[in-house]
């Protein structure tokens, strides 16, 4: 007796697997080559895929990058909701997740000088939106009133530099630790604790 024949699975289901293993792929390319030295041969790979085949996903190493980045700030928009303790906790929870991964440092370099209209730029763009908005939350900064968002991106790119600051051990060398410049962000910015 002759088996069943499966249903194949539809290409939009086939096609989104596809692109998660790339994406686990380049993560763990990422981690041992580093970000910035990430390239799609070595991710075609790790995934088992021919290197033409990326490009059916990606339209090139800096969509990757972009992509990889975007995922990571959905992670860091969630941590800092998550978090609790109003600005610090979720300045604390940033800068863990900032100090884990140099996946931001090699998208600035993959994003256009010029803003596009690029998928993945558009992607990585609202992922920080909602980044942004999360730490605007956390501080108790309304979104409404324009200094609100310039305090908030003020705090994001301080958040950045410290943790590169601290990933370097620059931080350390200056005499200052992560929790003390935590402390001086929150008591400059918080609204809410």
Same mark, same amino acid.
């Given at each position: 007796?002759?088996? #069943?024949?499966?249903?194949? *699975? #539809?290409?939009?289901?086939?096609?989104?697997?596809?692109?998660?293993?790339?994406?686990?792929?380049?993560?763990?390319?990422?981690?041992?080559?580093?970000? *910035?030295?990430?390239?799609?041969?070595?991710?075609?790979?790790?995934?088992?895929?021919?290197?033409?085949?990326?490009?059916?996903?990606?339209?090139?190493?800096?969509?990757?990058?972009? %992509?990889?980045?975007?995922?990571?700030?959905?992670?860091?928009?969630?941590?800092?909701?998550?978090?609790?303790?109003?600005?610090?906790?979720?300045?604390?929870?940033?800068?863990?997740?900032?100090?884990?991964?140099?996946?931001?440092?090699?998208?600035?370099?993959?994003?256009?000088?010029?803003?596009?209209?690029?998928?993945?730029?558009?992607?990585?763009?609202?992922?920080?939106?909602?980044?942004?908005?999360?730490?605007?939350?956390?501080?108790?900064? #309304?979104?409404?009133?324009?200094?609100?968002?310039?305090?908030?991106?003020?705090? %994001?790119?301080?958040?950045?530099?410290?943790?590169?600051?601290?990933?370097?051990?620059?931080?350390?060398?200056?005499?200052?630790?992560?929790?003390?410049?935590?402390?001086?962000?929150?008591?400059?910015?918080?609204?809410?604790?």
């Amino acid at each position: 007796m002759s088996q #069943p024949l499966r249903k194949p *699975r #539809p290409p939009s289901v086939s096609k989104a697997a596809s692109r998660s293993a790339i994406m686990e792929a380049a993560r763990r390319v990422a981690v041992r080559d580093g970000a *910035r030295d990430l390239s799609l041969r070595a991710v075609a790979a790790e995934a088992g895929f021919a290197p033409a085949a990326l490009y059916g996903y990606f339209r090139g190493k800096d969509d990757l990058l972009l %992509a990889l980045a975007a995922d990571d700030l959905s992670g860091l928009a969630r941590a800092m909701r998550d978090a609790g303790g109003g600005l610090t906790g979720a300045a604390s929870a940033a800068l863990s997740l900032l100090g884990d991964t140099e996946t931001f440092a090699a998208a600035s370099a993959a994003l256009p000088r010029v803003g596009g209209s690029g998928d993945a730029e558009r992607l990585f763009n609202g992922r920080m939106i909602a980044a942004l908005r999360a730490l605007s939350e956390a501080g108790g900064l #309304p979104s409404e009133s324009r200094e609100n968002q310039c305090d908030v991106v003020l705090l %994001a790119a301080a958040l950045s530099g410290l943790a590169l600051l601290a990933r370097s051990g620059r931080l350390g060398a200056l005499g200052f630790t992560s929790d003390e410049i935590l402390a001086r962000l929150d008591k400059r910015f918080a609204r809410v604790s």
